[in-house]
């Protein structure tokens, strides 16, 4: 099934609903049918050669529908940071960040490291390495361009260009503490895994709203990190490219 006609939940659904939780939304469907991605498939070698010589895909999300009455989209880019651990064998993981309450729009969700295209940006991954130095300090040395994803139109009128990379060890990380409250790392196992994608579904002003989550219990602090919205979308997409063939 096609998620082109999802209607994720975005700025107006929750400024129109300010109580609105997207953990307490009825889940309709989790996709343990879909294959995982091979664990030899997610290593660095893998990933790079994915991207040099990618295969036919298509991404399954690539555009949510405007609620937000803008007529003018805004260009940005996040930086999907793959992480890297000494062993070329230990499996990467994938560097998210919980935005503050503060935040104008979408303030304490899950997301990348990223914002709006700046007329000094050279291109979009310029955008996607400035703002994950200004976000979580994360400096260029360590970071491996692999690719881009297909652009990412949300609901909030923003294009977002995903560019996927490596990041090689040594790094250090300082939060922003005006944009980013936590900095934590999601195995990509586990986010290339379709078992741990669910599906939720709401109707809201006689319109059905769908979207992915991907809930992740740390289990060293005990915390769930709910991965919902964009930023699953985009993982989604993701996985989508890894597992053609």
Known sequence: MSLNSWLPAKESFISSNPNFDPRQIPVVGVDTHLPAV??????????????ANPPKWAPEIVL??????????TNASVLVPIVLRGSLHDQPTVLLTQ????????????????GRSDPS??????????EAHEEVGLETEFVQVLGQLPTYLTGSAFVI???????????????????????FE????????PSNHRRHEVR????TRQWFSMPYNDLVTGKEHFIWGATAGMLRNLYQFLVAS
């Open 99 to 114: 935005r503050t309450s503060s935040m104008s729009s979408h303030s304490g969700q899950i997301a990348f490291p990223g």
């Open 204 to 207: 809201w002003r006689d319109t």
């Open 186 to 193: 999601v195995p990509l196992e586990f986010l290339m895994n």
């Open 38 to 51: 091979q664990r030899e498939s997610l290593l660095p070698q893998a990933l790079q050669q994915r991207f």
């Open 64 to 73: 949510e529908k405007n609620y937000s009455n803008r007529t003018e989209v």
């Open 121 to 130: 940006d050279a291109d979009a991954t310029a955008t996607a390495l400035r």
């Open 161 to 183: 260009t995903p560019v996927v990379a490596l990041i090689h060890p040594g790094y250090t990380l300082m939060a922003n503490p005006v944009e980013v409250e936590e900095i």
